[in-house]
């Protein structure tokens, strides 16, 4: 068989792997169990390409660019416009067109340079491998780019580790999988090194497979397939993340079938009162036609997607690292952030202060037992164990493994929280050193061992234990404790079955500082509306000690006993009033954030670890840190380059502001629309003639739409940026009722002045030019009115990119009824005496705009 399958099938060269022995696998492979040289790893990368699945690619130009023709809005505008030019109205099928055209290049020059943008933040977050290479060292283990893996690779497969690839693994030591993103199995799986027969690959023990991860135990696995091949390349336009529909897209398609909706009933309404009065059913349907055009929010695409990369662009320079750029609102959204304390609310920089034995006194003995255990495990190795390490006490280090070599490993996990290994000293003498949680110890051990004493433990001597430790807890300790036996010499593999009768020797414990910025943050945070919920696996008393060090107030905590108890309805009902939850478990982590979200919070999760990876993807956005293990980085919306909250509220800001400036767009294209509309409406029924010509609304409308292209540079009220900002379709709805009507009252003002002052009732063309101009003026104007709540130009001001755009655009309105363009637009010199009064109609109509929208806020109080 071909080493990447290209001769067969991917799923025959799997189950082939599977079948076979190791050492003719590696054969057949052209590889061996020392790996793949550094020339030879390169010559088959060139082969083979990198190791990623198609969809990652993005599909080019073409690609960006089909997608932002091919969209329902422009789908319909283009059908508008085939429409008008079969009627032989090509002029307006041609503005039409330039509509489509405007806001298609727009949308692809604006995403195309935000996702060159946001490629090159993610290429700031790499995930490795470990992959073995001849001669590499101490550890023949080198971190290589996932990308740059090739078959015949060997790699090493720890907890917390992303499967890089399809391999077949040759050596595992309770080794457990998760690998639901491919099977939908809740449960992980233990994965063996033997030759395993199997009818589907995915039903094979010694098969790991790109997309799974490591939650427990050690392996060592050759690489088979990668890229596209592989069974999650296969299935990943199912599981793809760019496929999935968030509560943003949900929000920006409810948006856009209400003003389609709208306009489903505006328009044939239109159609059917122009055609009844005027008589003139072509033209009729011409001017429907326009009034759809005008009430289709199509530059909504391009909004919202500048505004998400400026966004991104903007937190990329505090550090923080978009990964979906659509995460960004729900940034903003935010307005509960939970998060582990390690790290967050403490520096991350764990001391080992002390080493006692169950008497409270130091112990050596304690001290060199958990040093062995630190150095000789084989999983992920954390602060703890690199605390444990480096500590000397101002000596010099000997090196653990001097006297002693390893024979086992029984690894950590979730359920049994300590982690054992066998090591044998140069005298023949074997020992198994078990270190972990001091309740968990407490349960397997039977004697304790100090100062050369030793004995069986009774009840004082745990009750004395336990006091001690929580003693050591409440001044800010982790405390791990350290228990081992004898082992035989004629036993080789050990289970956890075989951690029970240990002899306790004492406690380690660490200090991890609280950070000086934790409390500054977290007030921030509060100030922002942003309550922080604390979710972490150790001890409450620690806990409770570190909150109280950077002023967290603990109102209420929780026990991840008293978690596993609740049911669903339960959790639901005392979640949101519990500050901190103390001693989870992963899968409480992920309840207690989907609690949350079902109360109507959105929810960030904050985490790193291994057990953080459910909670991530249970929240509304999952925030990780860029040295955070695989799983972690690739569960989570947004990566920070620095742990520390006060980022995280940098963020939260930049959140607000992208959704401020979309909104400005929805609440201005919703009000303004149905104003115009109401408007034709009623001049329909008593004007003899089409209050505007089609070509007329189509002009309009492009003019309106290219002034609100600098909206995403807008500046934002710190008041908007104080809360957190929900989507509130019923709230627009709402505003465009009630403010829309208000933009009417100056276009009969308008229609008056038309009429009566300047003669217009046998003048179509000069009631239709006045009209246009004014409703080009308000629609532009209105922008300005409804960006703030404040008093607009005096106590808020637009950016300078948004106030240039405004004078451009009202400029081209006012010169074009006076320039060699008019006659084909249908306009006319407008007189001189029409400006001042017009000044007056948008004077009064920014003050009534302004006083409906303030008492709009008041009585509603929508976003």
Not at 601 to 624: E, F, Q, R, T, W
Not at 760 to 768: D, G, V
């Amino acid at each position: 068989m071909d080493f990447n399958g290209r001769k067969e099938s991917s799923r025959a060269t799997l189950l082939k792997a599977s079948a076979g022995e190791v050492e003719t696998l590696l054969l057949v492979l052209s590889s061996s169990r020392e790996g793949l040289p550094d020339a030879e790893a390169a010559r088959r990368l060139k082969i083979f390409g990198p190791n990623q699945v198609a969809q990652e690619t993005g599909g080019g130009i073409l690609h960006e660019l089909g997608r932002h023709v091919f969209n329902p809005l422009n789908g319909l505008m283009l059908t508008l416009a085939a429409a008008t030019w079969a009627l032989s109205d090509q002029r307006a099928a041609m503005v039409i067109a330039a509509i489509v055209a405007l806001s298609v290049l727009l949308a692809f020059v604006q995403e195309h340079r935000s996702n060159a943008a946001a490629a090159r933040l993610r290429a700031m977050v790499r995930t490795n491998a470990s992959a073995r290479r001849p001669g590499a060292g101490d550890d023949p283990f080198v971190e290589t780019s996932l990308e740059a893996l090739v078959p015949g690779d060997i790699v090493r497969l720890t907890a917390g580790d992303m499967i890089p690839a399809d391999v077949r693994l040759i050596e595992t030591k309770d080794l457990f999988v998760n690998q639901s993103t491919l099977t939908g199995e809740s449960m992980p799986v233990e994965k063996f090194a033997h030759p395993f027969a199997a009818g589907e690959p995915l039903e094979a023990a010694n098969l790991a497979f790109m997309g799974a991860n490591v939650v427990s135990g050690y392996g060592e696995a050759v690489v088979i397939i990668t890229g596209g091949r592989t069974q999650f390349g296969a299935i990943a336009g199912k599981i793809s993340e760019a496929d999935q529909s968030t509560a943003f897209d949900e929000s920006v398609r409810k948006f856009t079938w209400l003003m389609i909706s709208f306009m489903a009933v505006m328009a044939p309404l239109v159609f059917l009162i122009n055609g009844y009065f005027k008589g003139d059913w072509l033209s009729a349907f011409l001017f429907a036609i326009s009034v759809a055009v005008g009430l289709t929010p199509e530059m909504l695409p391009m909004i919202v997607t500048v505004n998400l990369a400026k966004g991104a662009i903007a937190i990329s320079r505090e550090k923080v690292i978009v990964k979906r750029l659509d995460a960004i609102q729900n940034f903003g959204a935010m307005d509960v952030l939970c998060t582990d304390k390690t790290g967050t609310l403490t520096q991350d920089r764990i001391i080992l202060k002390r080493h006692l034995d169950i008497f409270g006194e130091d112990s050596d003995r304690v001290l060199e037992f958990a040093r062995l255990n630190s150095h000789f495990q084989s999983g992920l190795r954390n602060l703890l164990d690199v605390a444990v390490l480096q500590h000397d006490e101002g000596g010099e280090r000997p090196m653990p493994g001097r006297r002693y070599k390893k024979i086992d490993e029984i690894p950590f996990d979730f359920e049994r929280r300590r982690l054992s290994v066998v090591v044998e000293r140069d005298d023949g003498a074997r020992f198994l050193i078990c270190k972990g949680a001091v309740e968990e110890i407490f349960g397997v051990a039977t004697r304790y061992e100090a100062a050369g004493a030793s004995g069986a433990l009774d009840p004082s001597h745990l009750d004395a234990a336990k006091h001690q430790t929580a003693a050591l807890n409440a001044d800010g300790f982790r405390v791990i404790a350290v228990a081992y036996k004898l082992a035989s010499p004629e036993q080789n593999v050990f289970a956890p079955s075989d951690e029970k009768d240990l002899t306790l020797l004492g406690y380690i414990a660490f200090l991890d500082p609280p950070k000086d910025s934790a409390a500054q943050a977290i007030a921030d945070l509060r100030k922002a509306g942003v309550s922080v919920k604390i979710l972490t696996g150790d001890n409450d008393i620690v806990t409770r000690k570190v909150c109280r060090d950077v002023g967290l107030e603990v109102e209420r905590l929780a026990l991840g006993a008293e978690i596993e108890t609740m049911d669903e309805a339960a959790l639901a009902s005392c979640v949101s009033d519990i500050t901190v939850f103390a001693k989870l478990s992963p899968p409480q982590k992920a309840r207690v954030v989907a609690a949350l979200r079902k109360n109507g919070h959105v929810v960030g999760y904050l985490g790193d670890g291994i057990n953080d990876g459910p909670a991530l993807k249970a929240g509304d956005v999952g925030i990780s840190v860029d040295t955070a293990v695989d799983i972690a980085r690739e569960s989570a919306d947004i990566i920070l380059l620095e742990k520390d909250l006060s980022v995280l509220n940098e963020g939260v800001v930049e959140g607000r502001k992208v959704f401020a400036n979309i909104l400005k767009y929805v609440l201005m294209g919703a009000s303004s629309n149905f104003g115009n509309m109401f408007s034709v409406l009623g001049a329909s029924v008593f004007l003899p003639f089409l209050p505007m010509t089609p070509i007329q609304i189509l002009t309009n409308s492009l003019l309106y739409d290219f002034s609100q292209t600098a909206i995403p540079t807008d500046n934002v009220d710190e008041e908007f940026l104080s809360q957190p900002r929900k989507w509130d379709i019923q709230g627009i709805a709402k505003f465009m009722l009630f403010l829309g009507p208000v933009s009417s009252i100056f276009d009969y003002a308008t229609f008056i002045l038309m009429l009566f002052v300047f003669g217009a009732w046998n003048k179509p063309e000069l009631f239709q030019t006045g009209w246009f101009v004014e409703s080009l003026f308000t629609q532009t104007l209105i922008i300005h009115i409804i960006r703030t709540r404040k008093v607009p130009f005096l106590e808020s001001r637009a950016s300078n990119a948004l106030l240039m755009m405004t004078f451009v655009v009202c400029s081209i309105g006012a010169f074009l009824p006076y320039s060699s363009l008019a006659p084909i637009f249908g306009f006319t010199p407008l007189p001189w005496s029409y400006w001042p009064a017009i000044g007056i109609f948008l004077f009064g109509y920014a003050i009534l705009a302004h006083l409906a929208k303030t008492a709009f806020f008041r009585w509603f109080g929508s976003d």
